[in-house]
């Protein structure tokens, strides 16, 4: 399974965008997935997590109410709707995928895309 992020750029504090993980190949065997990010000079954390039908969804507190993840499977493909965002937000952010083979899980992750806030 190969993902590509995008949607991320540059934008002023209090603003939003909208980020997209488009994954392609063996999509059919994808299960939950996932928004990650790392800051410079830090650990890559965990933002936001989604089972495979959407149904449940999880949050790190710091974007609890600003940050929306969801998916269409129909369009192989996971959003992040991040508002209010914060310079505390910039960071890298990566999509991350389980992929079930012959009963074995494995993680497919993407390139990463930028987000800068600034104040």
């Known amino acids: 399974v190969r993902l590509v992020e995008s949607g991320g750029g540059l934008v002023q504090a209090g603003g939003s965008l909208r980020l997209s993980c488009v994954a392609s190949g063996s999509t059919f065997n994808i299960g939950s997935m996932g928004w990650y990010r790392q800051a410079p000079g830090k650990q890559r954390e965990l933002v936001a997590t989604?089972?495979?039908?959407?149904?449940?969804?999880t949050y790190t507190d710091s974007v609890k109410g600003r940050f929306t993840i969801s998916r269409d499977n129909a369009k192989n493909t996971m959003y992040l709707q991040m508002n209010n965002l914060k310079p505390e937000d910039t960071a890298v952010y990566y999509c991350?995928?389980?992929?079930?083979?012959?009963?074995?899980?494995?993680?497919?992750w993407g390139q990463g895309t930028q987000v800068t806030v600034f104040s």
């Open positions: 991350r995928a389980n992929v079930m083979n012959s009963g074995v899980s494995t993680s497919s």
């Open positions: 989604i089972t495979s039908g959407g149904g449940i969804t």
